[in-house]
């Protein structure tokens, strides 16, 4: 494999583009500020135009608004490049305000930052208006079905490929009376004879006739670069981007968040807010334990073996808030169960609670020792319910989904009403909500409303 030309795929005129514009917004800003800056000073304010792209090209690079392959709509291109000016300018700040620095004029930065703000946008919108409009287009002749012509002629338009598209050759085997029909097969290299092109955009279904090698090599000995659309399954609830192995090109699907960054990251607010969690509540759950202790015979800490992550068992750690034989009873007591298909046993007014249990049950105490099990890898603050044993035996297929990733201490159930949720299908449905939606955001979003329904006594029972 040919590891050059990996970035062929990378956008530089966005790239050149951008850093004209915030070279632009630095000199207007440096002149209309009225806090000129020195002679000395000027290699700071040189070093911040240097730190202030490099930081935004990264956080371009993170949306992937450098590639040529994502579509271009108005309201992501706002919504990613306010995202990196302002990611940008919070690193800037803080840099600043770690580095004590005095030197450089403030109000010369907040002209900068609206500066940018307005010119970036505004090439924005010009590149979008008229990318379509430029003299030097790669010219593209399209070879696949008739019926998917249109299709790639639109998402060729959304994305940043500068493509003239000269027409089509069909596969099929009927004959297509159509203007932009350059013709069949048969008649490949007559065509790209008579059409002089640049590129060529096959569709995989070739390849289910062993003739897609012959063309690409046709088209290589004539110096055309030729590319592959994969003909991915159409799984619905699946991710899906392309590597490669060696040498061979490698399709990988996925339901979970894959980024390394963004797992870590959400390790280390787990483990931090594990901490902090154990440290504040530390005196509420030495209270309890001696409460737990005096008003009923048996262990303080209650474990109950819960399915994780991939189906791994651990230990989820609770205050102990029913009577010491509560697991025995669960049989006599299965049909007063209130959560449909019996999947989840749950029920109002449950007699083997204790009258502690009831009070840490109300408000979520009998769950503070799952920081525990956050701080040892076991759980992550926000996640998914972790269920039994019992219930994972009862699952149907599409239920392990909500097994993918580690089970949370609060997620979107949890905070949802979920005394009054008892239907298990509306439960899986919010589990796998949360892992289709999952960002750092949303975490922070979730456990912001943990803390309001706490609040508003809407606790478990």
């Known amino acids: 494999m040919n590891k ?5 795929n990378i956008n530089l005129k966005h790239i050149l583009t951008d850093i004209f514009s915030i070279t632009c917004s630095f000199i207007l800003a440096f002149y209309v500020s009225p806090a000129h800056a020195s002679i000395d000073l000027r290699r700071y304010y040189f070093a911040l135009l240097i730190m202030f792209c490099i930081i935004y090209f990264l956080f371009m690079m993170l949306f992937r608004m450098y590639n040529k392959s994502t579509f271009f709509y108005v309201d992501r291109l ?49 590149i979008l208006r008229y990318k379509n409009n430029s003299i030097y287009k790669t010219k593209v002749i399209y070879v696949g079905e008739e019926a998917l012509y249109e299709n790639f002629r639109r998402y060729t338009f959304l994305s940043g490929f500068n493509f003239d598209i000269l027409g089509y050759i069909n596969i099929d085997d009927k004959r297509i009376d159509s203007v932009e029909c350059l013709g069949s097969l048969n008649d490949f290299e007559k065509i790209l004879r ?30 055309i670069i030729s590319r592959v659309i994969l003909d991915v399954y159409d799984i619905v609830s699946a991710k899906w981007y392309v590597s490669s192995l060696g040498t061979y090109p490698m399709i990988t699907y996925y339901n979970v968040t894959l980024d390394p960054s963004l797992l870590a990251l959400k ?35 209650f474990k109950q073996v819960r399915i994780g992550q991939h189906g791994q068992r651990f230990h989820i750690y609770k205050f102990r808030s029913m009577c ?64 039994t044993e019992n219930e994972v035996e009862q699952y149907d297929l599409r239920h392990y989904r909500r097994i993918s990733i580690k089970p949370g201490i609060t997620g979107i159930w949890q905070t949802s009403g979920r005394n009054e949720i008892t239907d298990f299908e509306q439960i899986v449905k919010m589990d796998i909500e949360y892992i289709e939606k999952w960002s750092l955001f949303f975490d922070f979003w979730l456990l912001c ?13």
């Open 194 to 223: 008579a059409t002089p092109c640049d590129e060529i955009v096959f569709t995989q279904a070739l390849s289910r006739k062993n003739q897609v090698d012959s063309y690409i090599a046709l088209a290589s000995e004539m110096g």
């Open 267 to 301: 390790r280390v607010i787990d483990i931090i807010g594990a901490f902090i969690g154990i440290l504040v509540f530390s005196p509420i759950m030495v209270i309890t334990a001696v409460m737990i202790k005096i008003s009923s015979p048996g262990p303080v800490i």
């Open 449 to 461: 409303k943990t803390v309001i329904v706490l609040f508003d006594k809407n606790g478990a029972y």
């Open 4 to 8: 050059t030309d990996r970035k062929a």
């Open 324 to 387: 010491i034989d509560a697991e025995a009873k669960i049989t006599e007591l299965m049909s007063q169960n209130e959560m449909s298909d019996g999947k989840i046993f749950k029920i109002k007014n449950d007699p083997r609670i204790t009258k502690v249990g009831k009070f840490i049950r109300k408000t979520s105490i009998d769950e503070l020792p799952q920081f525990f099990n956050v701080l040892i890898g076991q759980m992550s603050l926000v996640g998914t319910r972790p269920p």
């Open 78 to 126: 706002i919504k990613n490049t306010s995202l990196s000016l302002m990611g940008t300018t919070v690193i800037i700040f803080l840099s600043l305000f770690l580095a004590y620095n005095t030197l450089l004029s403030r109000l010369f930065l907040a002209f900068f930052i609206v500066f940018c703000f307005i010119f970036l946008n505004i090439q924005k919108l010009c």
